[in-house]
C-alpha cells in the first residue's frame, strides 16, 4: 500500500487563494478507484426493497443508474474538481439480511491526468441518497453510513488501499 506524504493541500496557491489544480503536464495514466457505503434501514423497508415491491419501483435499479450519472457529473457538483470523460463506473449491491442493510460499492475508471476517487465517492453517496428517496414513505430512519475510499490505482501516488478493507 502506498500513502501520499504530500503534507500540503493541492487546491490552494502560495496565497492561500482556492484553485483548480493545472494537470495539462501530467502523464495519462489508466487510472481506477473503488469506494463503498452502507444504508442501514427498517426490516419492513429492506423487505420490500429486497423483493422488489417498493411502490416506487425497482429500487436499486434507479439507484444504480443514479450512481452512475451522479460520477458523470462530479465537476458539476464539487467547485474544483475536473471535468472528466471517465470509461466505466458500476455501482453493485450487497444486501445484508442480518442487519437490513445495504451495502453499496462503485467502481469508476478512466485513462487520464486525474483520478476519480470524487466520481466513485459521489456514485455510492448518490446511490444511497436515492435508495433513501426512493424508501423514504415506508422508513424515515433509513441511516447512511460509511461511505469511504476503499482503493485506488494509477496516477503520480500509485496504488491506495484502504487498511481496513
Do not use: Q, W
Request: charged share 25%.
Amino acid at each position: 500500500m502506498t500513502t501520499s506524504s504530500n503534507d500540503s493541500f493541492t487546491h490552494f496557491d502560495e496565497s492561500g487563494n482556492a484553485h483548480m489544480v493545472d494537470v495539462g503536464k501530467k502523464t495519462e495514466t489508466s487510472r481506477v478507484a473503488n469506494a463503498a457505503g452502507r444504508i442501514s434501514m427498517s426490516k419492513s423497508a429492506f423487505e420490500l426493497v429486497k423483493s422488489g415491491s417498493m411502490s416506487k419501483g425497482d429500487v436499486l435499479g434507479i439507484a444504480r443508474v443514479a450512481g452512475v450519472m451522479a460520477a458523470k457529473k462530479v465537476d458539476e457538483l464539487i467547485p474544483l474538481a475536473h471535468p472528466l470523460m471517465i470509461s466505466k463506473a458500476n455501482i453493485d449491491f450487497v444486501l445484508r439480511d442480518d442487519d437490513c442493510s445495504i451495502d453499496i460499492f462503485a467502481t469508476v475508471g478512466i485513462t487520464g491526468k486525474t483520478g476519480v476517487e470524487m466520481e466513485a465517492l459521489t456514485a455510492v453517496s448518490i446511490a444511497a441518497l436515492t435508495i433513501y428517496d426512493m424508501c423514504k414513505a415506508v422508513d424515515k430512519s433509513m441511516t447512511i453510513s460509511n461511505v469511504r475510499l476503499l482503493k485506488k490505482t494509477g496516477g503520480k501516488s500509485g496504488t491506495f488501499i484502504r487498511k481496513d478493507s
